[in-house]
């Protein structure tokens, strides 16, 4: 399974937002889109998505921008990921294995069903906070280590 552009770019906008509003000021785009290294018209197409999920709060006019709804550490990143791409799911019979005519037969639904669970129980592991933080990437180097 491979994380579509909407779902990586919604990380980094979200990355950037968290640190360039720390102190709880708004952020415009144009700012984030620097951060990130994101065009600002991408930005404005995800933007919505983030939104709808209650994960960035706006303000318009002066001294508006986008600032996050919650704190970083109660923001997990699979919902960021589920706000920008929808629910994850390796196969559609992964979530609804009602919808599969196979289903009273196949014996990989149930693989399909433990690898998105393993998947999900990731992306809800870690917060925003967590992967904004310094030592975010000795952190996933020591749990690499650990499973290889």
């Known amino acids: 399974m491979k994380l579509r ?3 990586r770019y919604s990380m980094r906008m979200m990355m950037a937002i968290a640190k360039l509003s720390s102190d709880g000021v708004h952020v415009g785009l144009g700012d984030v889109s620097k951060q990130c290294g994101v065009s600002k018209g991408y ?3 995800l933007v919505g998505s983030l939104r709808n999920a209650r994960l960035l ?3 318009s006019g002066r001294g508006g921008g986008y600032t996050l709804a919650r704190s970083a550490d109660e923001i997990k990143i699979g919902d960021i990921i589920e706000a920008a791409i929808g629910p994850i ?5 992964a979530v609804e294995p009602e919808t599969c005519i196979n289903s009273d037969f196949c014996n990989c639904q149930g693989l399909w069903s433990l690898i998105n669970h393993k998947i999900n129980q990731v992306l809800d592991e870690y917060s925003l906070a967590d992967i904004i933080d310094n030592k ?3 952190r996933v180097r020591d749990e690499l280590k ?3």
């Open 5 to 7: 552009t909407r779902a």
């Open 43 to 45: 930005l404005e197409q």
């Open 57 to 59: 709060r706006a303000l």
């Open 89 to 93: 799911a390796v196969t559609e019979c």
């Open 136 to 138: 975010w990437p000795k």
């Open 146 to 148: 650990k499973i290889k």
